[in-house]
C-alpha cells in the first residue's frame, strides 16, 4: 500500500514538473485542474454524481474557473450508456468573474476486447453565459463533443489510458459559421484503491483551434462511491 501511494505521489510530482517546463519554454499556458466527485449508485444501471472542480491557468497563478456538476446515468445493456447534467460555472474574465449555467446530454458506448476497453462519448451541449450582464447572454450556445477513450485494464488497480477529444461549434461565433473549436489529447491512470475511493491522474494538450494560445494541463480528480 506504501509504494502504491510513493509511486502516485511520484507520477503526480514529474508530471505536474514537467507540464510546468513545457509551458515555460513555449507559448503555452499551464494550468492545473483539481476536482472531488460523489457518486451514487443506487443499483447496477442507475447512478448520480456531484463533482466539484476548480481550474487554474495563468501558469497557476489565478483561478481560471469553479463549477459545480450534478448528473444522473442510466445503461442499458452492457454497452450503452445515456446521462444527463447540468453545471453550474464561474469564470474569471480578467475584469470580473462571469457565471454561466450548461445543460448537457452525454451517449456512451462501450467495447472491450480481453483487457483494452473502447470507449466513445458523445456530448450535446448547451451554455448560457453572462444572462443578466449582457446583451448576447440570453442567446445560448452550443456544441457537440466526440471523445475516444482507449484504456488498458490488467488484473490491477491501475488503469492506464489514451483519449482525444473534438469540440464542434454551431454558429457561436461574430460570423456565425459552424467549426471545429477544440482539439483535447490526454494520457492518464485511474486508480481504484477500493470500491469506495479512486483516483484519477492525467496530463492534456488543449489545442485552441481560434485562440493564439494552447493549454498545458495537469490534473487530478478523487471520486467517493457509494
Not at 449555467?101 to 451541449?125: G, M
Not at 466526440?146 to 490491477?156: D, I, M
Not at 485552441?208 to 493549454?215: A, G, L, Q, S, Y
Amino acid at each position: 500500500m506504501k509504494y502504491n501511494q510513493f509511486l502516485i505521489s511520484c507520477i503526480c510530482f514529474f508530471t505536474l514538473l514537467n507540464n510546468f517546463a513545457i509551458a515555460l519554454e513555449t507559448d503555452h499556458d499551464f494550468q492545473i485542474w483539481s476536482s472531488i466527485s460523489l457518486k451514487k449508485k443506487f443499483n447496477s444501471k442507475m447512478s448520480s454524481t456531484l463533482e466539484f472542480q476548480e481550474r487554474q491557468n495563468m501558469t497557476i497563478s489565478a483561478m481560471e474557473s469553479f463549477f459545480t456538476d450534478l448528473g444522473v446515468e442510466r445503461k442499458f445493456l452492457n454497452t450503452f450508456a445515456l446521462s444527463f447534467n447540468y453545471r453550474y460555472s464561474i469564470k474569471n474574465d480578467l475584469e470580473y468573474y462571469s457565471s454561466r449555467h450548461r445543460l448537457y446530454a452525454d451517449i456512451k458506448f462501450k467495447r472491450k476486447y480481453d483487457r483494452l476497453n473502447f470507449n466513445l462519448r458523445q456530448r450535446f451541449q448547451m451554455q448560457v453565459s453572462n444572462y443578466n450582464s449582457s446583451e448576447t447572454g440570453k442567446y445560448p450556445d452550443f456544441a457537440s463533443r466526440t471523445k475516444f477513450v482507449f484504456k488498458y485494464e490488467p488484473n490491477g488497480r491501475y488503469k492506464p489510458y489514451a483519449a482525444t477529444e473534438i469540440f464542434y461549434s454551431f454558429g457561436n461565433n461574430d460570423e456565425n459559421k459552424n467549426e471545429f473549436s477544440r482539439l483535447r489529447y490526454e494520457t492518464g491512470i485511474d486508480y481504484d484503491f477500493n470500491l469506495i475511493h479512486s483516483l484519477n491522474v492525467f496530463v492534456m494538450y488543449q489545442e485552441n483551434i481560434n485562440e493564439t494560445t494552447n493549454d498545458v494541463i495537469s490534473g487530478i480528480g478523487y471520486t467517493y462511491t457509494f
